[in-house]
């Protein structure tokens, strides 16, 4: 049983999220805003049900699915782009296929020395992001 993902979880580190904006089209003017955001992940599970929320300053973004079960996603916010998604364990990885008109895309979430690991990726370009447990929330 893999440890749990739920939780408030604070960004510490963000590598490569240029090269993954870029691989979306995304303009430099948002860009240069993203990269300075400090990105907060909350995770909840209710019933057979995951609710992922990405917040910031700027904005935010939330998904919800079934794992095994694929659904639509609107990357509404992000790069504004309509793609089936399926999530899935792999191991002690909760991996999210994203399939559109961006080849190899995706991300995969998983939890290693407390922290919350994220890697997204999209066309070769790989972001990778850490975050650390908020207590207070
Ligand atoms: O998370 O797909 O946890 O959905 C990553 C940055 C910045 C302006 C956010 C908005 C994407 C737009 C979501 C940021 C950069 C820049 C506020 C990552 C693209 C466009 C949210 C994500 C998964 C896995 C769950």
Redesign the pocket.
């Known amino acids: 049983m893999p440890a749990s993902l739920c939780g408030t979880w604070d960004m510490i580190s963000n590598v490569n999220?240029e090269g993954?904006?870029i691989t979306?089209g995304?303009s430099p003017f948002?860009?240069k805003?993203?990269l300075r955001?400090r990105?907060r992940?909350v995770i909840e599970e209710q019933g057979d049900q995951y609710i992922?929320k990405?917040?910031?300053s700027?904005?935010?973004?939330a998904?919800s699915f079934r794992v095994g079960q694929e659904f639509k996603e609107f990357?509404h916010?992000?790069?504004n782009r309509h793609v089936k998604s399926l999530v899935t364990w792999e191991g002690n990885k909760l991996v999210?296929e994203q399939i559109g008109e961006k080849k190899n895309r995706g991300?995969a979430?998983w939890i290693e020395d407390d922290k919350l690991h994220?890697e997204?990726y999209c066309e070769g370009q790989v972001c990778k992001q850490v975050f650390k447990k908020n207590v207070n929330e």
């Open positions: 999220l993954y904006m979306l995304i948002m860009r805003i993203a955001l990105l992940k992922i990405t917040t910031s700027f904005r935010n973004y998904v990357t916010g992000l790069d999210c991300w979430h994220l997204l």
